[in-house]
Antibody, heavy 122, light 110 residues
Framework: QVTLRESGPALVTPTQTLTLTCTFS??????????VNWVRQSPGKALEWLAR???????YYTTSLKTRLTVSRDASKNQVVLTLTNVDPVDTATYYC??????????????WGQGTLVTVSS | QSVLTQIPSASGSPGQRVTISCSGS????????VYWYQQLPGAAPKLLID???QRPSGIPERFSGSKSGTSASLAISGLRSDDEAEYFCAAWDDTLGGPVFGGGTKLTVL
C-alpha cells in the first residue's frame, strides 16, 4: 500500500526558511523511473507544481521559484525534504507531496499525501 | 492565472451526463498526456484519468477522458451526489519541464 505524508510547521514568519518533509511507504524511490514531487495549492486556488526528485537523484524545479527551492532525499528513511527560502505571505498554501512513476511516458501523480497547510505570517 | 484553462463551475442533475473541458497549448496538451484529478472538499487530489483516457484501478467506467489537439475533456455519466467535487486537468509542459494544471472546475450536483 502506497502512502505519503507531509510534515512541517503550520506557521512560518516572513523571510524565514520553510522545511517540509515527505515520508513515504509502499514504494522505493531508488526504483528506476520513480520520482516524488511537491505541489502546492493556495487557498481557493489552483495547483502549482514546485519540484521533483528522481530515483537517480536528479532534481527539477519550477522556473519561478527555482532560486528559492531545494529538494533532497534521505533514502534510508524513505523521506524527501523540500526547503523554500525567504518565504512571503503569498507562499501560504497547502503543500502536497505526490508520487510520479516516470515509466512508459507516464507523467501523472498517482498517489498524494493528505497535504499540510502552511501559513506565512508575522 | 493557470496555464491550462477550465470553466470555473459546472452542474448537472443526478443521472445526467456532464462534460468538463480543459484548454491548453502545443507545449502541453497537444504533445503530452492529459490527467484528471478529483478533489473532494478538504481532501487531497485523486487521480481519476491517467494518460488522457485510461482509468486507474478502482475508478468507475462512468468517468472517461478524451483529448483532441490542444483540448481535453472529462465526461461523467450517471451523475451521483458524491461526484460533487473540484476537477482539475493537468499535463506535462515541455517549456516548464514539469506538470501544469488547470484552475479547476467545481461540479455541483443539483
Amino acid at each position: 500500500q502506497v502512502t505519503l505524508r507531509e510534515s512541517g510547521p503550520a506557521l512560518v514568519t516572513p523571510t524565514q526558511t520553510l522545511t517540509l518533509t515527505c515520508t513515504f511507504s509502499g514504494f522505493s524511490l531508488s526504483a528506476r523511473g520513480m520520482s516524488v514531487n511537491w505541489v502546492r495549492q493556495s487557498p481557493g486556488k489552483a495547483l502549482e507544481w514546485l519540484a521533483r526528485i528522481d530515483w537517480d537523484d536528479d532534481k527539477y524545479y519550477t522556473t519561478s521559484l527555482k532560486t528559492r527551492l531545494t529538494v533532497s532525499r534521505d533514502a534510508s528513511k524513505n523521506q524527501v525534504v523540500l526547503t523554500l527560502t525567504n518565504v512571503d505571505p503569498v507562499d501560504t498554501a497547502t503543500y502536497y507531496c505526490a508520487r510520479m512513476p516516470l515509466n512508459e511516458g507516464n507523467t501523472g501523480l498517482d498517489y498524494w499525501g493528505q497535504g499540510t497547510l502552511v501559513t506565512v505570517s508575522s | 492565472q493557470s496555464v491550462l484553462t477550465q470553466i470555473p463551475s459546472a452542474s448537472g442533475s443526478p443521472g445526467q451526463r456532464v462534460t468538463i473541458s480543459c484548454s491548453g497549448s502545443t507545449s502541453n496538451i497537444e504533445t503530452n498526456y492529459v490527467y484528471w484529478y478529483q478533489q473532494l472538499p478538504g481532501a487531497a487530489p485523486k487521480l481519476l484519468i491517467d494518460r488522457s483516457s485510461q482509468r486507474p484501478s478502482g475508478i468507475p467506467e462512468r468517468f472517461s477522458g478524451s483529448k483532441s489537439g490542444t483540448s481535453a475533456s472529462l465526461a461523467i455519466s450517471g451523475l451521483r451526489s458524491d461526484d460533487e467535487a473540484e476537477y482539475f486537468c493537468a499535463a506535462w509542459d515541455d517549456t516548464l519541464g514539469g506538470p501544469v494544471f488547470g484552475g479547476g472546475t467545481k461540479l455541483t450536483v443539483l
